[in-house]
């Protein structure tokens, strides 16, 4: 049994840790506790084996909260902010972060045309940034069991408005399994089933 050499991983058609950005947006306290679409233990669960994979592949992180430096909102979830160690947070007032300089120019630095999305809420700071995004020829892959809305109906039809304007949604099983790609990669194999049994792919035996 062999593999194919692997393919050019900076301008593959499919996602690689070498053609992609994680976007993480607004996982604060307020935030998490309006989400509606899905238990938030569970979402709290999910984002963080996003983080840890990306961590693990060595993805570039963006990470931005909205309203800490006024006073208004909290830092980044602890759990999530410990996965992302020194990670800086980019804070703003816009709830469309893409209309924030700091953070454009953040993901613009990263070279790369691949986004995986996460915000919340689904419906307005993960839908605003990933329709700019597309506008500007990015690929934008919202993470779908990694975002929530304040509603099982808002979250559902902002996953449909955005996809009507060309995402390209992804859960975190495809995601883990189109980043590790070939198990013979063995720095990253076990990443990749710790996220497929922690996301409940695989039955913890």
Known sequence: MSSYPVRDVANDHLLTPANTTLLII??????????NS?????????????????????????LSTVNVATGINKE????????????????????????????????????RKKLLMTALWTEACLTFPTLDAIK??????PIVDAVGGTSVLAHETALRRVEQ????????????????????????????????????AFLKL
């Open 26 to 35: 607004d996982y604060q306290p307020v935030q998490v506790n309006s989400i």
């Open 136 to 141: 500007e020829g990015f690929e934008v892959y």
């Open 165 to 200: 304007g060309g995402a390209r949604l992804i859960s975190i099983a495809q995601l883990a399994c189109e980043l590790q790609r070939d198990w013979n990669r063995h720095d990253t194999a076990e990443h990749m089933v710790k996220a497929l049994t922690e996301v409940g």
């Open 38 to 62: 899905m238990p938030r233990k569970q979402l709290v669960s999910n984002i963080g084996i996003v983080a840890e994979l990306a961590m693990a592949f060595k993805i570039p992180v963006v």
């Open 76 to 111: 980044t979830i602890p759990s999530l902010k410990n996965i992302l160690q020194n990670i800086p947070s980019i804070d703003r007032t816009t709830i469309n972060a893409w209309e924030d300089q700091q953070f454009y120019e953040a993901v613009m630095a990263t070279g």
